[in-house]
């Protein structure tokens, strides 16, 4: 199958190109966000193709992730949306922008996702986040905490970044993160080099308010890292009790902050349980098999 998508999510996209099919990816000369081809730091495979839009042909299924790529679609195509965000302005009553369509599938990522939009009469589905497992093992010899974010200067109370500066040790990785004060931040490592370095650490923080799931949180438990969240969106479901420590009180999480980080057995009892966690339900097979099902639904029912 010839499957037409954009490199807008690099984790959520380099899980998708593990499958059977042809991935044909948008690419220009900017390399800017309609046409960034190929990812640099993340690792896919050959059948994941990058080709100047206009050049991509005989294509079996679009998948959107943005309102904008819907008018550069073929007609004709059948299209799968993907919602990878939870919905701004008036929740609970915020409505899609794709909202009572019969031209369309929704797939959300999260089942909280697809509980607080408004998508009207639209199809809607749930494909829950699968990953890759990444070449990394816990050790959290460093006896710091690891965030993984991208933009947090500019999205703010988002990812809460105001709370960063609370938290004892902190070091945070992605993109955007130069600018921050007072903490040691690591701007867009390469995905397995970040993934080596987080491992290092000896808890993962995410202090998230209002995203869907973030793909690191479970990336952090799947390498067997003990969790600190903010109980808020998907993450509830994400992660069990047992497997890191959830609450809504900052200073209930400040607390096991500092006892994880003067325990490391605890930490490694609990870590080995989110690990256990990310393998059961985030699986990569699982994910994939998931997506098949959808593809070939929706490409059968196009013809």
């Given at each position: 199958m010839n499957i037409l998508l954009w490199h807008v999510h690099g984790s959520w996209t380099t899980s998708f190109v593990q499958g059977k099919h042809r991935y044909l990816v948008p690419v220009n000369d900017a390399r800017d966000e309609w046409g960034r081809g190929r990812a640099r730091?993340?690792?896919?495979?050959?059948?994941?193709?990058?080709?100047p839009l206009e050049e991509i042909r005989d294509v079996d299924v679009a998948i959107a992730q943005r309102p904008g790529e819907l008018d550069l679609i073929p007609p004709h195509v059948p299209v799968i949306y993907v919602e990878h965000n939870t919905p701004k302005g008036d929740v609970p009553y915020t409505r899609h922008p794709l909202a009572d369509r019969d031209d369309v599938v929704i797939a959300h990522v999260t089942h909280f996702n697809e509980l607080f939009w408004d998508c009207g009469a639209t199809?809607?589905?749930v494909i829950e986040h699968g990953i890759v497992e990444p070449a990394a093992r816990w050790t959290g010899e460093l006896e710091r905490l690891a965030i993984v974010t991208n933009d947090p200067i500019r999205r703010g109370r988002v990812t809460g970044t105001d709370l960063f500066e609370r938290f004892p040790s902190v070091d945070v990785f992605g993109m955007?993160?130069?600018?921050?004060?007072?903490?040691?931040?690591?701007?867009?490592?390469p995905q397995h080099e970040m993934h080596a370095a987080v491992a290092r650490r000896r808890a993962y923080l995410h202090l998230c308010r209002w995203t869907s799931l973030g793909l690191s949180l479970i990336e952090a438990m799947r390498m067997g890292m003990p969790v600190i969240a903010l109980a808020t969106t998907e993450t509830v479901a994400a992660v069990p009790p047992d497997a890191g420590v959830l609450s809504t009180r900052v200073g209930d999480l400040v607390e096991a902050?500092?006892?994880?980080?003067?325990?490391p057995d605890e930490a490694a009892r609990i870590g080995a349980r989110a690990r256990q966690v990310s393998l059961a339900r985030y699986g990569i097979d699982r994910f994939l098999a998931d997506w098949d099902r959808l593809l070939e639904e929706e490409t059968c029912a196009s013809r």
């Amino acid at each position: 199958m010839n499957i037409l998508l954009w490199h807008v999510h690099g984790s959520w996209t380099t899980s998708f190109v593990q499958g059977k099919h042809r991935y044909l990816v948008p690419v220009n000369d900017a390399r800017d966000e309609w046409g960034r081809g190929r990812a640099r730091t993340f690792r896919w495979p050959a059948s994941a193709e990058e080709l100047p839009l206009e050049e991509i042909r005989d294509v079996d299924v679009a998948i959107a992730q943005r309102p904008g790529e819907l008018d550069l679609i073929p007609p004709h195509v059948p299209v799968i949306y993907v919602e990878h965000n939870t919905p701004k302005g008036d929740v609970p009553y915020t409505r899609h922008p794709l909202a009572d369509r019969d031209d369309v599938v929704i797939a959300h990522v999260t089942h909280f996702n697809e509980l607080f939009w408004d998508c009207g009469a639209t199809r809607t589905t749930v494909i829950e986040h699968g990953i890759v497992e990444p070449a990394a093992r816990w050790t959290g010899e460093l006896e710091r905490l690891a965030i993984v974010t991208n933009d947090p200067i500019r999205r703010g109370r988002v990812t809460g970044t105001d709370l960063f500066e609370r938290f004892p040790s902190v070091d945070v990785f992605g993109m955007g993160v130069t600018g921050l004060t007072g903490l040691a931040t690591y701007e867009d490592p390469p995905q397995h080099e970040m993934h080596a370095a987080v491992a290092r650490r000896r808890a993962y923080l995410h202090l998230c308010r209002w995203t869907s799931l973030g793909l690191s949180l479970i990336e952090a438990m799947r390498m067997g890292m003990p969790v600190i969240a903010l109980a808020t969106t998907e993450t509830v479901a994400a992660v069990p009790p047992d497997a890191g420590v959830l609450s809504t009180r900052v200073g209930d999480l400040v607390e096991a902050a500092h006892w994880l980080l003067d325990e490391p057995d605890e930490a490694a009892r609990i870590g080995a349980r989110a690990r256990q966690v990310s393998l059961a339900r985030y699986g990569i097979d699982r994910f994939l098999a998931d997506w098949d099902r959808l593809l070939e639904e929706e490409t059968c029912a196009s013809r």
